[in-house]
C-alpha cells in the first residue's frame, strides 16, 4: 500500500544516492529541514504541489516511486497529476529535438539557395523540394508527438490495482489492465480493445483483459481462425477475443469471436500456450510471458 512510510522511504533512499544531506535537498525545495525529516519519517506526506519538483530534484520517475505498490484511492488525485507532469517532461524533450531538426533543414536550405544557386541550380531546386517534404513530415510528427496521451481516472485506477470489484467498461481500461502484467504498448491492441468494447453489452463489466500474438479456434484447418495481436476480455458471461485478420488484399481489420463462460471445461498453460477446453471447442492462446497471467486467468473462468 503507497503509505506515507513508503512514499518518505523512496524520498530518503534516492536522496542519500545522490549523497544530499536533509538541509541540501530542503533548499533545493524552498523547504524546511523539519519537513524533510517529517516526510523521511512517514510522519507527514509533502505538499502536493511540492511532487513534481520532488521528482525532478531526485530524477525519480512516477512509475519508480509507484513500483509494486497499491495506491490508495485518497491519492488518485494525486497520480493523475504525476502522470500528467511526467508525460509533460518527456513531451519537451521530444519538441526541443523536433525544433532543432526543424532549424538545421531552414539553415541547410537557405545556405543553398544563397550560397551554391549559381552552380547548381537544378540539384538546389531538387534540395529545396526534398527539404520542404521533410519539414512538413516533422511538421506533422511534431503535431501528432504533441497530441498527449489521456488518461481518465478509472483507466488510472485499473493500472494501479485500486478499482477492484468495479470491472471494465472501456477499451481504455481494458487495455490498461493488460498493462500491469503484460508488454501491451501496440496500438494494434488498442483497436483490438475498441472492436471488443463496440460489442459488449450494456449489462457486461470486463472483469479481466490480456494480450497475445495469435489465438487459435480448434486445430482442423477447416475451422481455424488465427489473428494476430491478440486482444482477449473475460466477462462475468463470456470470453471476447479480437485480433488483426487480413481483409483484402492490404487492408487488416478486427473481427470479435465469443465464447460462453459456461462452457469452459479446463484452462491450463502448456509451453507458451494457454489452451481453454469449451464443450465443443479448444481455443489456444500463444504469445510470451503468458505465465504472468495464467492464474488469475484461471481465478475468472473456473
Known sequence: ???????GKTIMEKRKEKNMTQEQFAEKLGVSNRSISRWENGKTMPDFSLFPKICETLELSVSELLEGKDIQKEHTHLIIELLKYEEQKKQK?????MAGVIVCFILIWLHNQFVFFDFVDRVDA???VLLFMGIVCIGAIFYYNNQKQKYTENEIKV???INQGEGMKTSGEMLQYAKRNQKAELKQY???FQAIEEKLLSEEIVVFSMVADTFIVNEGWRDCWKPWHVSLAVTKQRILVSGESIRGRFMTAYDVESFAIEEVASVELVHEKIVIKLTNQVLTIEG???ETVIEELIGVLM
Open 1 to 7: 500500500m503507497m503509505t506515507q512510510e513508503n512514499i
Open 93 to 97: 524533450i521530444i519538441n526541443q529535438n
Open 126 to 128: 531538387l534540395l529545396g
Open 159 to 161: 493500472f494501479l490495482g
Open 190 to 192: 488498442e483497436k483490438g
Open 288 to 290: 510470451k510471458s503468458l
